[in-house]
């Protein structure tokens, strides 16, 4: 029996050993094919920013833009995270065709430097100096979440060019209620993420967990879970296009510590709408209405739901954006 025992147990410990080298095999095979697939999407991710935009010298410094399409000149201004890249997609879901978009990075998006005054007037004075360059006298304003704030700042500071104003669940001042990142736990971790700049640890989050950034940019989870499989897409695509989340993050920075205060709104002359929704985590309603109220003949357009993303109201809005733009006798 005690030689049998010690069989047993030597073929025991012969298969542990073999299990062992099976599992830590299998564990680095993963981690392998989890270090490729990361590599190859984030590669993608850095020749599309690289390769995509164009640096163009200005009187307020140097300044990366794109462009798409032909017409009545469009500029888009992107929200936090974003970059020329998302300008011209948030562009294209608004408006057909028939416009010459024109979307720049901000400052510290993509390959937009930060100067001595990232302030949203000096970033006005960056979209004026890039029409000027581009000998573009007028444009459609378009200003998306963070985006807006510049945008506002461009009405007052150079209306002359400024044919209309689009502010889309803008990120501005409020007296009351003002626009914050959503506070949950998931949240918080995203943000660390952001200022950490931490590629990899965004895409496995997108990958393991994507309710977190769901959540993170400003949409509930369930909205997006309710909505149409386009529509789930849609909102995965935008989380995605944060990458790479290191070019990006000086500009997020920025906008995520915002001196905002009163403007003259009332000296805003030109037509303006402005869209939000009541269910937008980073609560954008307060500022909508604010900017509506004092901006003579606003319109205001208020989804009950759809988050920051408009989750499921693109219909509507590109329909709304229209309307908007057929009245301003811009289109």
């Known amino acids: 029996m005690g030689a049998q025992s010690h069989d047993v147990r030597q073929l025991f410990m012969g298969s542990l ?13 993963a981690g392998g094919l989890v270090f490729v697939s990361y590599s190859a999407e984030i590669e993608r991710a850095r020749t599309a920013v690289i390769s995509g935009g164009r ?34 997609a948030n562009a294209v879901e608004l408006v057909g065709a028939g416009f010459r978009v024109i979307a720049p990075s901000r400052f510290g998006y993509l390959g937009t430097p930060i100067p001595a005054d990232a302030s949203p007037s000096a970033q006005a004075d960056a979209h004026a100096a890039l029409l000027v360059a581009l000998k573009v006298d007028w444009a459609v304003v378009v200003g998306i979440s963070a985006g807006a704030r510049s945008a506002l700042q461009l009405a007052l500071r150079h209306p002359d060019r400024v044919a209309a104003l689009v502010l889309m669940v803008p990120g501005t001042y ?15 971790f995203a943000f660390w993420l952001v200022n950490a700049g931490a590629d990899f ?13 769901i959540r993170f940019i400003g949409v509930p989870p369930e909205v997006v879970a309710a909505a149409p499989k386009t529509e789930q897409d849609r ?24 001196a905002l205060h009163r403007l003259p709104l009332e000296k805003i002359m030109v037509p303006t709408l402005v869209i939000s929704a009541r269910d937008d985590l ?38 709304i954006v229209g309307e908007f733009l057929a009245g301003a006798s811009v289109k």
């Open 282 to 319: 980073f609560n954008t309603l307060p500022a909508a209405e604010f900017a509506a109220g004092g901006i003579p003949n606003a319109k205001l357009v208020v989804f009950g739901t759809g988050g920051h993303l408009l989750v499921g109201r693109g219909r509507e809005v590109r329909a």
């Open 201 to 213: 640890a965004w895409w496995a989050t997108e990958k393991i967990a994507p309710s977190v950034l």
């Open 55 to 88: 640096i163009l010298t200005t009187t307020s410094g140097p300044i990366e833009y794109a462009e798409n399409g032909s017409g009545i000149p469009l500029l888009s201004i992107h929200g936090a995270g974003g970059g020329f890249d998302q300008g011209l």
């Open 235 to 258: 909102v995965m695509q935008i989380v995605s296009s944060v990458q790479p989340l290191s070019v990006r993050f000086p500009g997020i920075n920025i906008d995520s510590k915002p």
């Open 174 to 188: 409020a007296p009351e209620g003002p626009v914050a990142i959503e506070a949950s736990r998931g949240s918080r």
């Open 17 to 29: 050993s073999i299990l062992l080298i099976v599992v830590s095999v299998a564990v680095l095979s």
